[in-house]
């Protein structure tokens, strides 16, 4: 199984000195699984980027991990954003995330960047102009908040998927169904790329409840009654966040999805726990049992 199973990390930026400290240990922890590629965000806004920059040359430098960095179209001109893309591609960096990105913090609405790119397939086009970038992209399962129709939002996914993009990552989702749903309909809509499930371990619900709100996710009931009541038990709460990361990747396993994209929130133990449950053993480790 763990030569069929493919899996990709997420993490972010750390604020300050502990918290690197923290994103360092989850790497260490997770590279011997060999994902495919791990991703480093950008920052809501594109807050981040100096520091997103610096993660990046670290795990280029310090590790055999294929790094893939997120570029938004937020706040840049096109040719600050290309000169970026640029660097990466000098690095040796070949794999990319393309977002449109979160609107500022005071702004009500997204409106384009005067000089930059307008959304996400202008910036998919942008940077196949810079290298033959390995390219993923987001889609959202249950509607991306600001898309005027389901319909209109996978015409969205489709303009990004023509530009070149070689994949789309979901937005995390917890209605497994509603998943299978959209994967079908972007089959019938003749997009033949990987739609990979975005997969959120659960490591803090009241904070699941706030990220749910701001991208539209649903957060059924029955996980609510799941997680009711253990605010002050942490070890109960890892426990039922594992099985129900774990039941959800079972689900999807049975219905022939073999790729997953793991948001970490930097932090290893669960995202490790449902690799494991996947079948995915540390490469030396399975290289013994292969012996």
């Not at 240990?25 to 981040?48: C, K, M, N």
């Not at 996980?223 to 099985?243: H, K, Q, V, W």
């Amino acid at each position: 199984m763990s030569n069929e199973i493919q899996v990709s990390f997420e993490f972010f930026p750390p604020a300050n000195k502990k918290m690197e400290e923290i994103l360092w240990h989850s790497i260490q922890r997770l590279e011997p699984l060999g994902p495919r590629f791990v991703s480093v965000t950008y920052g809501a806004d594109g807050s981040t980027r100096d520091r997103t920059h610096r993660i990046v040359r670290r795990i280029q430098a310090e590790t055999e991990l294929v790094c893939a960095p997120h570029l938004t179209c937020i706040s840049a001109h096109r040719e600050e954003v290309l000169a970026i893309a640029e660097s990466y591609w000098q690095a040796g960096i070949r794999n990319m995330v393309a977002l449109r990105g979160d609107p500022p913090k005071n702004a009500k609405v997204y409106k384009p960047y005067v000089g930059g790119f307008d959304y996400a397939s202008d910036l998919v086009t942008g940077l196949l102009g810079v290298g033959e970038f390995d390219i993923s992209v987001a889609a959202y399962p249950e509607v991306h908040p600001e898309a005027l129709s389901a319909d209109a939002d996978l015409e969205n996914l489709k303009r990004k998927i023509d530009a070149g993009a070689s994949r789309a990552i979901t937005q995390f989702f917890f209605d497994t169904g509603g998943y299978l749903r959209f994967r079908d309909r972007c089959q019938t809509m003749g997009l033949e790329v990987p739609i990979v499930p975005g997969i959120l371990p659960i490591t803090n619900f009241p904070r699941l409840l706030k990220f749910a709100a701001n991208c539209g996710a649903t957060v059924p009931s029955k996980l609510r009654e799941r997680f009711s009541g253990l605010d002050n038990d942490p070890d109960t709460r890892r426990m039922i966040a594992a099985s129900v990361a774990i039941e959800q990747v079972d689900e999807l396993l049975r219905h022939g999805v073999s790729e997953f994209h793991f948001y970490t929130l930097n932090r290893a133990e669960l995202t490790y726990a449902i690799c494991h449950a996947l079948g995915l053993r540390p490469l030396n480790q399975a290289k013994e049992q292969l012996s």
